[in-house]
């Protein structure tokens, strides 16, 4: 059973940068599919960023271009470096890793990002 803590959240203001990390427990996270979701407050849970076993990424149109995912496998680690930063960006992020993105999966207890204006 893979385990999920996240860091490197807090408070910062408009156009600047944060850089979370999910470190994981478990010897399969090299074969696990990796994303990075957040929740705002009265909205519904989405995806910002996901990984492949294989490190073929993808973003949601909000972030293309500001946010970067990446991970070490030899680490256990996924991370997510957020430039750019607007107050829209504040959120709960969660990350997850599972067999695919629509697979159930395996949660963080997530990490508050507050972008102020």
């Known amino acids: 059973q893979v385990q999920l803590a996240e860091s490197g959240g807090g408070l910062v203001q408009a156009g600047g940068s944060l850089r979370l990390s999910c470190a994981a427990s478990?010897?399969?996270?090299?074969?696990?599919?990796m994303g990075w979701y957040r929740q705002a407050p009265g909205k519904a849970r989405e995806l910002v960023a996901g990984i492949t076993r294989i490190g073929t990424t993808n973003y949601a149109d909000s972030v293309k271009g500001r946010f970067t995912i990446s991970r070490d496998n030899a680490k256990n680690t996924m991370y997510l470096q957020m430039n750019s930063l607007k107050p829209e960006d504040s959120a709960v992020y969660y990350c997850k890793s599972g067999a695919s993105y629509n697979a159930p999966g395996t949660w963080g207890q997530g990490i508050q990002v507050t972008v102020s204006s």
């Open positions: 478990g010897s399969i996270f090299s074969l696990s599919v």
